[in-house]
């Protein structure tokens, strides 16, 4: 099993997301064998007409979040596709950065289960939670 660090995070979030994933900006706050801390700096351009951050722009991070969850807990990168997000909005966030906190629940040989909560920064209370599951799928290398 190799390293997943930062530097390889990093790479990755050039490397393998779509661009429209990384006009969101994301930066990688932390990874550990758990899983992954991301942030979502706070942009006019993800807000509705009334100010508050959009729920597809909320649910992008916590499935992008997820997928670093995954990747730290394997020890590498594997290719995976979402199977399943339910997300629950808890309150807006509007005018802050937003934080996704994903934790890995299992990961297993085909998939991977997991949660993320997302917060605004310098505000511990939830915006949304959202459980995920993954299909992991064979390196095509």
């Known amino acids: 099993m190799s390293t997943f ?13 779509a661009p429209w994933i990384q006009a969101l900006e994301l930066s990688i706050e932390s990874l550990n064998p758990e899983g992954a ?3 979502m700096p706070f942009s006019e351009r993800l807000c509705r007409d009334n100010g508050v951050i959009c729920g597809q722009a909320l649910m992008s991070l916590a499935d ?3 997928v670093f969850a995954v990747s730290s ?4 990168y594997r290719p995976m596709t979402t199977v399943d997000q339910t997300m629950h909005f808890l309150r807006p966030a509007a005018s802050a950065d937003v934080l996704a906190e994903a934790r890995v629940v299992r990961l297993g040989r085909t998939m991977a289960f997991g949660s993320v909560t997302l917060t605004t920064a310098g505000d511990s209370r939830p915006v949304a939670i959202a459980q995920l599951a993954y299909a992991l799928l064979p390196d095509s290398k």
């Open 5 to 17: 660090d930062q530097a390889t995070a990093e790479r990755m979030l050039a490397d393998v997301f």
């Open 37 to 39: 801390v991301l942030r």
């Open 64 to 66: 992008t979040a997820m």
């Open 73 to 76: 807990a394997g020890g590498t």
